[in-house]
């Protein structure tokens, strides 16, 4: 985290070695060496930001999210209380008087029953009064009841909602701490690195997803976490135990979270094609007659994990995952009340045929994934709408040149490829998820947001531009900075 940045020509100026290896010896570093180094008091700084984004927008933002945060408010409740929500299951008081209190940030279609009511019916509720969060896994409801419960009892604060909801700035902690380790360990500048975290923390849909009961605000820690574990186990410094682990948890938290596993898992296979073509290149007599010695390409990063070894490994990350996804599809389909297809809701999108013709049209949902199909008023502000296209811009860019500068066979050039490939895909398999398995199709199209856990791979590639070149960090810097303040002011209502 210490290491001083170097100089701006010292990286990337050839494809001699695009992104260090670094030893795998411990180094030893006190603990009063570190609180010296500027890039703790950045790190910390970054830190305290993202919590300081999600303070202001849990204190502005007190409606009920239509982004389905009533089911999920719901689903919190009834882990807190020991329950699961099977399909089937229909709201219980606390989440309605929660809405009934707060009101949502929606046009329904008739009013929502007064807060002082001693009774609330599901049926006056939207989704006819069934919790269509069934699908998702308890952990993260176990987690952001907990440690909400735990805050509420400190500050004393009214709603359990309030407190969990403030849960966000965690998650977001844990993708800035991350995210630094993993631009540190490609060497990246310290302006650079804080530039890149400040657009993605600012990035309204981010903001969102993070101020509200929802389990995509666990995508983007989820996905830097797993991208970290899998670099720094291919390099022989981790267990791959660390990767599997990391791949459950994120599953476990939504299942949507597979998607960085996948994410690696292609980034795994790229670099695998490259050793392979890397030895024949080795074994091919060169053009005098001899035969190129080993680790004399230039272009190639090698990896410290053997190929077979990296093989077997993957295989064990892939089934861990697999195994824990199964393992809540068998649950839910024990306690279930009756199949989700059967759920009102799902019979409103139930198609008899794949809509193919909406099949192309959803290859652009993932591009990028900070896209939103729907913002709160607060960050709708004049400034904002027109800085976060840019924002969005700078990141489909920036992966795709970071990646074409990163050099053959560099894991930024293999991490770059399959970032981009997951974007691509993000509509077309939760499409035919949705067909395959609940027979529905959603005119809507699909969320970008689900794709959050690709966003972490895809900043450090665009990280390399920025590390390119000293003008081009300068002037991102500025722009992060701006869309900072503006941001800080949209959510605090100064405008």
């Not at 680790?295 to 190929?307: F, H, K, L, R, Y």
């Amino acid at each position: 985290m210490g290491t001083p940045p170097p100089s701006p020509d010292a990286i990337e100026t050839s494809t001699v070695r695009t992104t260090p290896v670094r030893s795998t010896a411990v180094k030893s570093t006190s603990l009063r060496t570190v609180v010296r180094q500027p890039g703790t008091w950045v790190l910390v700084a970054l830190v305290l930001f993202g919590g300081l984004l999600v303070g202001l927008h849990v204190h502005r933002y007190t409606q009920i999210s239509p982004i389905d945060e009533l089911q999920h408010i719901d689903y919190m409740y009834k882990v807190q209380d020991g329950h699961l929500v099977p399909a089937g299951d229909k709201f219980g008081q606390d989440a309605m008087r929660e809405e009934a209190c707060r009101g949502i940030d929606a046009a329904l279609g008739t009013p929502l029953p007064a807060c002082d009511s001693k009774h609330f019916r599901p049926a006056d509720f939207q989704e006819a009064g069934y919790n269509t969060a069934y699908i998702h896994p308890p952990t993260y409801y176990a987690i952001e009841g907990t440690l909400g419960w735990v805050l509420q009892q400190l500050s004393g604060v009214d709603s359990l909602v309030t407190t969990a909801r403030l849960i966000g700035a965690m998650w977001l902690a844990i993708f800035t701490v991350c995210m630094w380790f993993l631009m540190d360990d490609f060497e990246i500048p310290l302006l650079a690195r804080a530039t890149v975290i400040v657009l993605v923390l600012t990035a309204p849909t981010v903001l969102h997803a993070s101020s509200t009961i929802q389990p995509d605000g666990t995508a983007l820690a989820a996905g830097a976490a797993m991208v970290l574990a899998t670099l720094r186990w291919e390099q022989g410094r981790w267990h791959w135990i660390v990767p599997a682990l990391v791949g459950v948890a994120a599953v476990s938290l939504k299942v949507t979270n597979g998607l960085v596993v996948g994410l690696c898992v292609l980034y795994l296979i790229l670099r695998y094609v490259e050793d392979r073509l890397e030895e024949r290149r080795e074994a091919a007599p060169d053009p005098e007659g001899g035969q190129s010695a080993p680790g004399q390409s230039p272009d190639v990063e090698p990896g410290t994990i053997a190929v077979r070894t990296r093989v077997v490994n993957v295989a064990f990350i892939v089934g861990a995952v697999v195994v824990a996804a199964l393992a809540w599809s068998v649950l839910q389909r024990v306690i279930q009340k009756f199949p989700g297809t059967d759920l009102p809701t799902n019979k409103i999108y139930e198609v008899s045929a794949f809509p193919y013709h909406a099949f192309f049209d959803s290859l652009g949902a993932g591009f990028s994934p900070l896209q939103h199909p729907y913002l709160p008023v607060l960050t709708t502000t004049r400034s904002v709408m027109r800085a976060w296209p840019i924002v969005n811009a700078m990141l489909i860019g920036g992966t795709v040149i970071g990646a074409v500068w990163a050099g053959r066979g560099s894991r930024l050039r293999a991490l770059g490829g399959a970032a981009l490939f997951a974007m691509a895909i993000v509509g077309p398999v939760f499409m035919l998820t949705d067909y395959k398995f609940f027979g529905v199709y959603y005119p809507g199209g699909i969320v970008p947001r689900y794709g959050l856990s690709i966003v972490p791979a895809a900043a450090l590639v665009a990280s390399l531009v920025l590390a390119r070149s000293r003008w081009i960090r300068y002037g991102a810097a500025a722009w992060a900075a701006w869309v900072a303040v503006i941001t800080v002011i949209a959510l605090a209502g100064m405008y």
